[in-house]
């Protein structure tokens, strides 16, 4: 899991990364997931269009905040 936030410019660059260190020890075998919260500038597009094993969990308003507070 990779939290995000205002990252769009770099999301790209970091998910390339990742893959080419992860792929040739686990292979198939892994899911990068991006979970953005309140990201004005397009990180969720960007990171669900950098690669098929990416996931992107998008946290927006009411939820953000109650996932974000204290039990």
């Known amino acids: 899991m990779i939290p995000t ?10 998910l390339t990364s990742l893959e080419n260190l992860l792929e040739p020890v686990l292979g198939q075998a892994c899911e990068l997931i991006v979970v953005v ?11 669900k269009h ?13 939820a953000a905040n109650a996932a974000r507070s204290p039990p």
Do not use: H, Q
């Open 5 to 14: 936030f205002n990252e769009a410019n770099n999301v790209t660059t970091l």
């Open 50 to 62: 950098s690669s098929p094993r990416t996931g992107a969990a998008v946290s927006r308003g009411a």
């Open 37 to 47: 919260v309140d990201s004005p500038d397009g990180t969720a597009a960007s990171s």
